[in-house]
């Protein structure tokens, strides 16, 4: 089976850094994948990561650590339209997609 | 234009009833697929449908089918809603190979059973 393991909040101050941390464990791997859900709103892709290193979208990056099980989404000069959840989720076989419970990010002035 | 576009964005039932939920997208995609996010968050696959055929069918009760009348299509039908249906089922779609990991949601429907 899979499991994936994110905080389930987190408070970032507007122009700040914050990290979004996701530890996995599951029976086979492709990837990494970070996806942006606003309040009443829909799921929205951010980055993917199959191999280990960072990969940088504009003020988003996202990490991987294949060995460590482990991968964090970065992002940078916080706006306040970035309060969203953030989801990690792990692809572990042909279009299977199995996200995280979430990390609720608040950025405040 | 919208991507992936589903109908109805609301639903209002009782229990007991028959319901299906319509799912569309114009990316030329392979695959499409249906989640239920319940009052938690956590999202969760229902189904794939590759070309029209399933290729995933994770622990969903048979009273969920779905149906796909093209590759272009996925509807959800549901058979006897529960209470515990109640939920929001986000519709997607992707590719197989190249960036399988990239699916578009579409916005969602509120199923609310009474």
């Known amino acids: 089976g899979q499991s994936l393991e994110q905080p389930s909040e987190v408070t970032a101050v507007e122009g700040a850094i914050v990290q979004i941390n996701c530890t996995y464990q599951t029976s086979g791997f492709y990837g990494l994948s970070w996806y942006q859900q606003h309040d009443g709103g829909a799921p929205t892709f951010l980055s993917y990561n199959a191999l280990d290193g960072l990969e940088e979208t504009g003020r988003f990056s996202s990490f991987l650590s294949r060995s460590d099980s482990y991968g964090y989404l970065l992002l940078q000069e916080l706006q306040m339209k970035d309060s969203a959840s953030y989801f990690c989720?792990?692809?572990?076989?042909?279009?299977?997609?199995?996200f995280g419970t979430g990390t609720r990010l608040t950025v405040i002035p | 234009d919208t991507a992936v576009s589903q109908t109805p964005k609301y639903l209002v039932t009782q229990m007991g009833n028959d319901k299906s939920i319509k799912c569309e997208q114009n990316l030329g995609h392979d695959t499409m697929y249906w989640y239920k996010q319940d009052s938690k968050k956590f999202l969760k696959i229902m189904f794939s449908y590759n070309n029209k055929e399933l290729i995933i069918n994770e622990t969903v009760p048979n009273r969920f089918s779905p149906k796909s009348p093209d590759k272009a299509h996925l509807n959800l039908h549901i058979n006897s809603l529960e209470l515990g249906d109640s939920a929001v089922y986000f519709c997607?779609?992707?590719?197989?190979?190249?960036?399988?990991?990239?699916?578009?949601f579409g916005p969602g429907t509120r199923l609310l059973v009474l």
């Open positions: 997607a779609s992707g590719s197989i190979g190249g960036s399988a990991e990239t699916q578009y």
């Open positions: 989720a792990v692809s572990s076989g042909a279009n299977n997609l199995f």
